[in-house]
């Protein structure tokens, strides 16, 4: 039985950091433009956005 | 109020008699919002007229001048009626947008994650009997500590908006969503604590998670198309060459530019306000391309003193104008607000199944009082049992979930034949389409010139003609030089070759003076009529003659036959010439063509239609037919067009071609016909299974297993759309 908690527990916490995770991943900015990044490297004159999302001309 | 201030510097245009603004609002998702914004900002005394569309947020006000009533009183309105005003443009939209993404990405992404654990554990407690209590309670908390997190904050949105609903005394989609939620949650944490009986976890999670995954393709939908005013102001330049009296010249930004102020257009660059040509001009005439705002392809001559748009590109020589307007002031500005107003004027497309809703959770509510008073009297201990039978078993999830998962498949459906839906209620609108109003350059057509027919006139070969013609067209910025582009020969050299607007090109090769141009031109003669042909000869006469044109879409033809096929009337509105759009049209076998039409006599010719009971579907190319696609009850634009027509449009086609449209109309009837069955399965499941209920032979978790299979087989349903369709 106190093995199911432990497990049951320890789930929880995979949980929670997969939880944290994708918090900080939207947080930096990572999921803001999915297209951009790939196309930017064609586009000229145009420094590559760096992680907060912000170009700098 | 500083978003006042920002709202007032950028549209107070019409100041004086009549003031109009255009702004967005956040928090609103259904039609009873967008009334009860449109109530609150219409009690404010002045307010000649106010249009709310809850499809893109946004909210156009008209009001009297130097009255009681200004912007911090509307925007004061709106906020009482508990909504967040934001102003439309510039840096504080963006960020507010990614702001309310990354928030609505969290929710979801909460939501999905834990439903699927909540689901994970709490499927030990289904139908097994064996399970010992210890067990079944571990897994009772379990789901009570990952659920309740998603609900306070996945939920969030649901539960604030019942609140706010409540507070102003109506009853929104949100009511019964928070209230099922609520009553789900609530007695499982109840029976948690109790040790005992049953937890409705995993329903309240996948249902949270089901609704901000709806949400979240709402958000998505209306930050596109929010995005295309932006796009069109975007393409004026930033900064202009001012040419002073003294013959100084300087660098300033182009909103400095008042009427009167003379400046300078480098050759191919866009020239950024209405203007004119300065009549000290050192050319005669010039060349432009005016496709940006006319959409005609051809380049156009104006002479001295003529007066140009701001979004016509100069091809000629640099050229000196004279400001006419300020960049608010122009015809690129103008189209810019017309399609503000278009956008935040369209039609309201009523939302069946949300008013459905609101009623029916009225007349549930009623019943659950009933029920709990009338099991009161016969036998109070089974009261809350059927109490929250009735609730359970009536929770609008399917009828919620009815519309938005059929919209999502054919979505997806769409996706894969290559059309983007940029905005939601788009599908529905396509289904009831009887008219298809095409434009016809860069739609019907390609956008790029190309070789139609060559002539031979002399002894010259077809690839040698060509190879001059490139050649001497290599220095040419008109749009039909494209067309030579793939025959030129980098070996050939041109010498002192001369570019004479309105008549063609001159250059020696291998000590040949060769002519390109028109005939009159070609053989240096007078002047003659026309023809559609441009000649190639040297001083001993023609050498053949080319006629160059767009060219249609190979598959335009068919792609016509079948939608006329589906009993659709297909019309041509081009800002192009008759000669052009006639030729077209007789190719494809339209009897309705419309030629010259500009911005304004399109939406009139759309409107015109719609005012005669039709529903029409436009289809076009180009930053002309912004509004016009906005107006149109429902609009595809062309994947290759300029930015601003895209994002205006419901509709994105972003491969290269016509030949999906047919499928994306029968997609679309398809879809309804899907969203029609889903309704009446989950009217007719909650009709049947409440008496059920209410009488106390549906025990909970009958109600809640009901209550999943009626949101699953509305789900499986719609899911059918999202095969790959038939060929």
Redesign the interface.
């Known amino acids: 039985?106190s093995i199911?908690?432990l497990l049951?527990l320890l789930?929880?916490a995979v949980?929670g950091g997969?939880?944290w995770a994708?918090?900080w991943a939207?947080?930096s900015g990572q999921?803001?433009d999915l297209e951009k990044h790939a196309s930017a490297a064609l586009e000229e004159n145009r420094e590559i956005p760096d992680s907060a999302?912000q170009t700098k001309v | 109020m500083s978003a006042a201030e920002a709202l007032h510097a950028r549209w107070s245009p019409d100041a004086g008699e009549h003031e109009h603004v255009v702004f967005l609002v956040e928090g609103m998702h259904c039609a009873g919002c967008a009334r009860s914004i449109d109530k609150a900002v219409r009690a404010l005394p002045g307010v000649l007229d106010v249009s709310v569309s809850n499809a893109t947020a946004r909210v156009s006000v008209q009001w009297q001048g130097h009255g009681a009533t200004g912007l911090p009183q509307i925007l004061g309105a709106v906020t009482g009626a508990g909504y967040r005003p934001v102003p439309l443009a510039g840096a504080a939209a963006a960020a507010e947008f990614?702001r309310e993404?990354?928030a609505a990405?969290?929710r979801l992404?909460?939501a999905s994650?834990?439903m699927m654990?909540a689901m994970m554990?709490l499927s030990a407690l289904y139908g097994v009997s064996d399970i010992d209590t210890?067990?079944a309670q571990?897994m009772r908390v379990?789901g009570m500590?990952?659920v309740t997190p998603v609900l306070f904050y996945s939920g969030a949105p649901f539960l604030a908006g019942a609140w706010r609903d409540i507070r102003h005394r109506r009853l929104g989609m949100d009511v019964p969503v928070a209230l099922a939620l609520l009553l789900a949650w609530l007695p499982s944490v109840v029976n948690t604590l109790l040790a005992s009986g049953e937890v409705y976890f995993d329903s309240v999670g996948m249902f949270i998670f089901f609704l901000s995954a709806g949400r979240f393709v709402e958000m998505n939908v209306r930050h596109r198309s929010l995005s295309s005013a932006e796009a069109l102001a975007r393409s004026l330049p930033a900064q202009v060459t001012r040419v002073y009296e003294d013959g100084r010249r300087e660098k300033v930004s182009a909103t400095q530019l008042s009427a009167g102020d003379r400046f300078v257009v480098p050759k191919g660059a866009v020239v950024a306000v209405d203007a004119e040509i300065d009549p000290a001009a050192a050319e005669p005439q010039t060349s432009l391309d005016e496709s940006l705002i006319t959409g005609e392809s051809a380049a156009v001559l104006r002479g001295k003193g003529e007066r140009i748009r701001g979004g016509t590109v100069n091809l000629g020589a640099p050229l000196i104008l004279r400001a006419v307007a300020s960049v608010a002031d122009s015809t690129l500005a103008s189209i810019v607000k017309l399609l503000e107003r278009a956008q935040a004027t369209r039609p309201q497309i009523a939302r069946a199944a949300d008013r459905a809703a609101s009623w029916f959770v009225a007349a549930i509510l009623l019943l659950a009082a009933v029920t709990a008073l009338a099991w009161w009297r016969v036998d109070p201990t089974h009261a809350f049992a059927a109490v929250l039978a009735v609730l359970v078993v009536t929770c609008p999830c399917a009828l919620s979930l009815a519309t938005p998962a059929v919209l999502a498949a054919a979505t997806t459906r769409l996706a894969r034949l290559g059309l983007l839906v940029t905005r939601a209620d788009a599908i529905e609108r396509l289904a009831w389409v009887d008219t298809v109003v095409f434009d016809k350059t860069g739609t019907l057509t390609g956008s790029a010139a190309g070789l139609l027919d060559v002539k031979l006139l002399g002894q010259m070969a077809r690839e040698e003609a060509l190879a001059i013609a490139a050649a001497l067209e290599r220095g040419s910025l008109h749009p039909l030089a494209e067309a030579f582009r793939p025959f030129d020969r980098p070996s050939m050299q041109v010498a002192a070759a001369r570019e004479i607007d309105g008549a063609g090109i001159e250059g020696t090769i291998d000590g040949v003076r060769w002519r390109l141009g028109r005939r009159a031109f070609v053989e240096q003669r007078p002047d003659e009529a026309r023809d559609t042909y441009m000649y190639l000869g040297d001083e001993r006469g023609l050498a053949a003659a080319f006629e160059v044109g767009i060219p249609l879409r190979a598959n335009a033809r068919q792609t016509l036959e079948m939608l006329r096929g589906m009993n659709l009337d297909i019309i041509i509105a081009s800002g192009d010439s008759e000669s052009a759009v006639a030729s077209a049209a007789r190719a494809l076998d339209i009897r309705r063509a419309h030629a010259r039409l500009s911005p304004d006599d399109k939406i009139r010719l759309v409107e015109e239609l719609r005012a005669g009971g039709h529903r029409v579907f436009v289809i076009g190319d180009g930053i002309n037919d912004g509004p016009v696609l906005a107006s149109a009850d429902v609009s595809c634009a062309m994947g290759q067009g300029s930015a601003i027509a895209q994002s205006a449009s419901d509709l994105l086609l972003v491969h290269d071609g016509l030949a999906m449209l047919p499928r994306a109309v029968s997609t679309a009837r398809e879809a309804l016909r899907v969203m029609r069955q889903n309704l009446t399965w989950a009217l007719v499941y909650n009709i049947a299974a409440v008496p059920l209920a209410a009488l106390g032979l549906v025990p909970p978790w009958l109600a809640a297993l009901g209550m999943s299979l009626s949101s699953l087989g509305v789900v499986l349903n719609a899911r059918r759309l999202a095969r790959p369709a038939r060929p």
Do not use: E, H, N, P
């Open positions: 039985m199911s908690w049951v789930g929880l949980l997969a939880v994708l918090f939207i947080d999921y803001d999302g | 990614q993404r990354r990405l969290k992404g909460l994650l834990g654990q554990y210890a067990m571990l379990t500590i990952i």
